[in-house]
């Protein structure tokens, strides 16, 4: 039962969640659910207090001083809270370091580092789940975050790690039976491999400056690992960086696709509030960033 002071935590959730992201979407992502439960959530709260909290346009959703208000306060009170558990449970830190990471960052980048990782954090166990979703912290979901994003909507707090070339990759046999696009607005019209939805496609042709005529093409697999996996096994052309290929276009499995330099975005870290200055997250931030450092992945 809620206090009779106080609205559901669901609902004040929801505003710390925006706000604390800078948009519904993000916000809804963060916490779980969809956009339509947030808003509605949102709508419930300012019903509850009889005031607006966000203003809504055609750019997204920001909130009125009144919303800013409440989220310092929540912020606040979150924040207390996470002291008072953090006091509680000293083993789970001392124990464990949980990352969160994008899928294909986590599996073909992280995972033949494991033992790297281990031996840097020899006492810890080490917990890596594939996941472009952003923990909530302030549920102590995990330690860190590792995303990927175009710059303009990267979390305040996060530290930019690197901004990667992504560029197109088919493999040998596609070629072979396809030939080379003569042209990106060739290559527009070829079966592209997606992600999630053609977002990502539609945002690289933009930066190359290609409009395409029509409808991308192409089968959608959800996520980066997935869509690579295909275009090893002749299926079309994905996107990929050198984080991602190296082994492959090394092994002669994938092969780049025309000659490009093209950027869409950045690797970016996130830790938990309570645990970004804890020794295990200061050496993996440093150990990551040594690493990245060294990987040739913007030519």
């Known amino acids: 039962m809620p206090l009779p002071n106080l609205p559901p935590l669901h609902l004040i959730r929801a505003l710390h969640a925006v706000g604390r ?64 558990l953090e006091k509680l449970m000293p083993q789970r830190d001392a124990a464990s370091l949980r990352i969160w990471a994008m899928p294909g960052f986590a599996g073909r980048w992280l995972g033949p580092r494991l033992a790297e990782i281990e031996r840097l954090l020899p006492n810890l166990e080490v917990a890596i789940r594939a996941t472009e979703t952003l923990p909530d912290f302030s549920a102590h979901e995990a330690d860190l975050f590792i995303g990927f994003a175009p710059d303009a909507v990267i979390p305040q707090s996060a530290q930019v790690l690197v901004t990667p070339r992504m560029f197109p990759v088919a493999s040998p046999g596609w070629i072979a039976r396809n030939g080379v696009p003569a042209s990106l607005a060739a290559l527009a019209e070829q079966s592209l491999i997606h992600e999630r939805d053609h977002g990502q496609w539609r945002r690289w042709l933009a930066a190359a400056g290609v409009e395409p005529h029509g409808p991308l093409s192409g089968p959608r697999l959800w996520t980066a690992s997935l869509g690579l996996d ?25 092969v780049e696709v025309l000659n490009t330099d093209i950027t869409i975005g950045s690797y970016y870290l996130l830790a938990a509030p309570e645990r970004k200055n804890k020794s295990p997250v200061v050496a993996f931030r440093a150990w990551l960033q040594d690493q990245l450092a060294a990987s040739d992945v913007t030519n």
């Not at 207090?49 to 929540?74: D, H, I, M, Y």
């Not at 295909?230 to 994938?254: H, Y």
């Open 230 to 254: 295909a275009a090893a096994a002749d299926q079309g052309i994905a996107l990929a960086t050198q984080l991602s290929v190296a082994r492959e276009i090394a092994d002669g499995n994938l």
């Open 21 to 84: 992201t800078g948009s519904i979407r993000r916000g809804a992502t963060a916490l779980g659910l969809s956009h339509t439960v947030v808003s509605r959530h949102l709508r419930n709260l300012e019903a509850w207090v009889g005031t607006k909290l966000l203003t809504r346009g055609p750019l997204g959703a920001s909130l009125t001083p009144q919303g800013r208000a409440l989220f310092e306060a929540t912020d606040h009170a979150f924040a207390a809270l996470e002291a008072s």
